[in-house]
């Protein structure tokens, strides 16, 4: 199989085409509007309104008794509106919480859908299975320029009133207090969403849409803290899973929403590992370099206090000093070496370099500074002082070290009465 | 006199009650009345299929009603403690994310055959607690995002296998589809003896660690914080919930199972507030709505039974949303339209009393219509009608003079009474909080109608020595 036949021979075909069109369209438009959702924390309120729209538009199917997309549009975007109301009418009005009154409803609306569906099987153009993942190769060129119309709405709407999402999405009371009625932003958007999810169900069903939803923006979110760069990271991850999921279901002659649903996963699951802020790896590599940090720190502090840069301390009775394994100990040594601040004149002993002894000074400073203000400023007991300074000397800053020097006025005892180092930069 | 509110904020409340309340009607009233419409497409009447049901005479129809009533109140118990932890849609993601274990089982064993499947079923929802594990673990993913992304992920694989199978010479046949939507014909006797075995575990279990689920399902903090294991009783949750909801696949399908866990449960909290009531109410309705989806999936064998199930539930919550005693909207509403008639007929006699000490006569002297209305600020309409429900319920009778009326003993009774209810709070409010003088009044109106006796003899005797009578701050004679 060569690049050829696997991406470009299936697009001579033009449902292929029309379904290419669909992908990107559709997944622009649910990866933008999703952005929103994730940041508003609502992603289950999509879920709960993409299942509950099915009743209204069987219904609809039945009265107009074709395709044609407004009055479709109309029954089931009601239908929408009355899902959300109603959680909120349970949840107000009942002992009954949030995620029961979800489930609840949105099961409800769902099984009457689906009854309905099953009983006017004959009578309607609707394949029941089409409500779990949708018939996107089998959408009629109309629906195409409808999407197409969409998505371009949702765009322009979403430059236009960007102040106004922004600020809601991210603080809906400061929201109402600079005079964005968050109220009435929340309403719009629902009905936005309602309509897109009416429009995606030809497509790709009720129920994975969601992850269409979600999947970009969360996606998104990990990369970066921005809204703008958010949106259009979405809207190209969404492109990215449709096209790719397109190509997918092609391959295999399976479902397109859920080889959609999958790519988009993936992608999401490759943002965790990879990301390169928020990222599991990136975290564990910052996790690493702090605790190496630490043990170096630790270790010249330790050498300072036992007059290292005169004597040369054994590797015994470092380890019997600090409690650290053999192994963590020999590795940390050698780093520290590396960087010249200790040396060793004998295999099994160590001594300070002036770099180190400068470097173990400043450690020790921080350390005994934070707890001379933890015992005057916050009086704490004695025997509290000393844990709590094993952390922060190894978190404070220049500046914060200058500013605990002129809030205790430049003290030159701990409360322990060992001298405190004086600054380096002095 | 009636307090108003701005009009559009009544519009509004008025819209909201009606939208709400039209909704849980269409969803308690729909599912019948298309039932009721599918059925005459059939031959033999719903009550001959009803009557043969009922006659346990078809081994498949009795399997049927046994698996479902099972399933059924096993959902009802276990689901106390999901909805309880409001977790309730934790099972919905669970329900979804078994799919894919279905589809890869059948790829392998090539057949289907009820134990594999639910093995393959069990393997995917451990796989998907992990997984759900480790993405809410991440900071940056939010809760809801990390269930809605999870669940709908293993659901879209579960959707790709299912298809392709489908798709595939040999899978055609499988009738796979089941799945999604369930079919009760399909529940063979091992299904109920697992479902069976599954019950009694999962009621032993609640029999002899009830107290510690109980505490651990209010308040795991406080259940951590005496020593309970909650870590322990989380997975031991889960692990029924996921068996649970894997035996109950076959039946009701991967989409709506969640159904059986939180509907039974929520309308059970409607009605009870003790755990143990609950755990069996909610047990019998989560019966009570197998039996009846069973019984419509033998009537109507085209539809699938998860949608019954869920709407025979559905309609049992709606009910006693609507009317269950303490909470149910309709006793919530009558009790508030009786105490508003009490206040405005009692509005009525205090007005009445106060015109005739306006007038300097004895309390009990008849008042005449026209004066009385014309002292009134009220809207004579609404005065009019006040009077006729007054006159209705023996307060007011004819003078005996032509339109005069009297105040009987009970009516002059209850005006004082409110009279000096009134009063007590203004002057309570006068002495003993800063509002200013011409504010107590408004406070006063709406306090006076509810003001129980022993508040009113503690006002007493904090404002005992001072004077009470014709003074009253906001008139400014005090």
């Not at chain 2, 594999?116 to 940056?140: E, T």
């Not at chain 2, 949608?307 to 949303?321: D, K, N």
């Not at chain 2, 909207?329 to 009525?348: C, D, G, I, S």
């Not at chain 2, 005069?404 to 009474?417: F, G, H, I, P």
């Amino acid at each position: 199989m060569s690049f050829h036949d696997l991406f470009i021979a299936p697009l001579q075909f033009e449902w292929m085409l029309r379904g290419l069109l669909i992908a990107i369209f559709l997944n622009v438009s649910l990866g933008i509007i999703g952005s929103f959702l994730v940041l508003r924390r609502m992603a289950l309120m999509g879920d709960a309104v993409s299942h509950a729209v099915l009743p209204g538009i069987v219904v609809a199917f039945l009265i107009s008794n074709s395709r044609a997309s407004l009055p479709l549009l109309i029954g089931a975007t009601g239908v929408g509106f009355a899902t959300t109301f109603l959680i909120n009418g349970i949840k107000l009005s009942s002992k009954v919480k949030e995620d029961a009154a979800m489930g609840i409803v949105f099961t409800s609306m769902f099984a009457l859908g689906v009854v309905l569906l099953n009983s006017f099987a004959s009578h309607v153009d609707l394949d029941p299975d089409c409500v779990l993942y949708g018939d996107l190769l089998g959408v009629p060129s109309t629906t195409v320029w409808v999407m197409a119309v969409v998505t371009l709405a949702v765009v322009a709407g979403v430059i236009l009133f960007y102040r106004q999402l922004q600020v809601t999405a991210f603080d809906g009371l400061f929201a109402d207090g600079v005079g964005i009625s968050s109220n009435w932003t929340h309403y719009i958007f629902m009905g936005v969403l309602a309509v897109i999810l009416v429009i995606a169900f030809e497509a790709v069903g009720s129920i994975l849409v969601v992850a269409m939803l979600i999947a970009p923006g969360a996606t998104a979110y990990l990369w970066t803290d921005r809204l703008p760069p958010m949106l259009t990271g979405s809207a190209i991850l969404g492109i990215i899973a449709g096209v790719l999921g397109l190509y997918i279901s092609v391959w295999l002659n399976c479902s397109t929403a859920g080889a959609m649903v999958c790519v988009s996963f993936l992608l999401f699951l490759i943002s965790l590992i990879a990301s390169p802020k928020h990222g599991v790896v990136a975290r564990w590599w910052r996790r690493r370099k702090l605790r190496r940090r630490i043990l170096a720190e630790n270790l010249l502090k330790e050498l300072v206090r036992l007059n290292a840069r005169e004597v040369a301390v054994s590797f015994e009775r470092l380890i019997e000093l600090t409690r650290l394994p053999v192994r963590r100990l020999q590795k940390g040594i050698m780093r520290l070496r590396q960087r010249g601040l200790i040396d060793r004149p004998e295999p099994e002993s160590v001594r300070l370099t002036p770099d180190g002894e400068v470097e173990g000074m400043r450690i020790l400073r921080y350390h005994r500074l934070w707890e001379a203000f933890l015992s005057s400023e916050i009086e704490l007991p004695e025997d509290h002082l000393h844990r709590d300074a094993e952390e922060m000397e190894h978190l404070l800053t220049p500046e914060m070290e200058a500013q605990l020097a002129e809030l205790l006025s430049d003290p030159d005892k701990d409360p322990h009465g060992s001298p405190i180092p004086p600054s380096s930069s002095n | 006199m009636p307090r108003k509110l701005p009009g559009s904020m009544k519009v509004y409340r008025s819209i909201k009650r009606y939208l709400l309340f039209t909704a849980v009607v269409a969803l308690t009233t729909a599912a019948p009345a298309w039932a009721a419409r599918i059925s005459d497409l059939q031959e033999t009447s719903v009550w001959t299929q009803i009557a043969e049901y009922f006659s346990f005479s078809s081994p498949i129809a009795v399997q049927t009603l046994i698996g479902c009533s099972a399933l059924g109140l096993l959902g009802g118990l276990l689901g106390c403690f999901l909805v309880l932890r409001r977790i309730s849609l934790v099972g919905d993601a669970l329900g979804h994310a078994i799919l894919p274990g279905i589809g890869f089982s059948f790829m392998i064993i090539g057949a289907k055959s009820t134990l594999p499947l639910l093995a393959g079923a069990i393997v995917a929802g451990v796989l998907y607690s992990l997984v759900l594990g480790f993405v809410s673990r991440q900071r940056r993913v939010r809760p809801d995002s990390a269930l809605g992304l999870t669940f709908t992920a293993f659901f879209g694989l579960g959707i790709v296998l299912l298809s392709y199978i489908q798709n595939s010479p040999t899978g055609s046949q499988a009738g796979l589809d089941k799945f999604l939507f369930g079919q009760a014909a399909a529940i063979s006797m091992v299904d109920i003896k697992v479902s069976i075995i599954l019950l009694v575990i999962t009621a032993l279990a609640i029999v002899a660690l009830f107290k510690q689920l109980q505490v651990f399902s209010f308040d795991a903090t406080f259940a951590s914080s005496i020593g309970i294991n909650t870590a322990l009783y989380h997975y031991l949750m889960m692990v029924l919930f996921t068996l649970t909801i894997v035996i109950s696949v076959q039946a009701v399908g991967v989409v709506l199972v969640v159904a059986l866990l939180i509907i039974p449960p929520t309308t059970a909290h409607l009605l009870v507030d003790r755990l143990r009531s609950m755990l069996i109410l909610s047990g019998f309705i989560g019966l009570l709505s197998g039996a009846i989806g069973s019984l419509f999936s033998y009537l109507y064998s085209g539809i699938p039974t998860g949608p019954m199930v869920v709407l025979a539930s559905a309609s049992i919550f709606a009910f006693a949303l609507l009317f269950a005693p303490t909470s149910g909207a309709v006793p919530k509403l009558l009790r508030k339209r009786q105490r508003r008639r009490r206040t405005e007929l009692e509005n009525l006699l205090k007005s009445l009393l106060e015109f005739n000490r306006h007038r300097n006569v004895e309390d009990s002297t008849p008042i005449a219509l026209d004066d009385y209305l014309r002292f009134s600020e009220s809207d004579p309409d609404w005065t009019s009608r006040q009077i006729k429900r007054a006159q209705r319920a023996k307060l007011l009778l004819p003078g005996d003079k032509g339109d005069t009326l009297v105040l009987t003993d009970a009516a002059l009774n209850s005006a004082r009474r409110i009279l000096r209810n009134h009063i007590l709070w203004e002057l309570y409010l006068d002495q003993y909080t800063d509002i200013a003088a011409d504010h107590v009044h408004f406070d006063a109106e709406r306090i006076e109608h509810v003001l129980t006796p022993d508040i009113i003899s503690r006002l007493e005797s904090i404002l005992a020595g001072r004077t009470i009578g014709k003074t009253d701050p906001s008139r400014g004679n005090a």
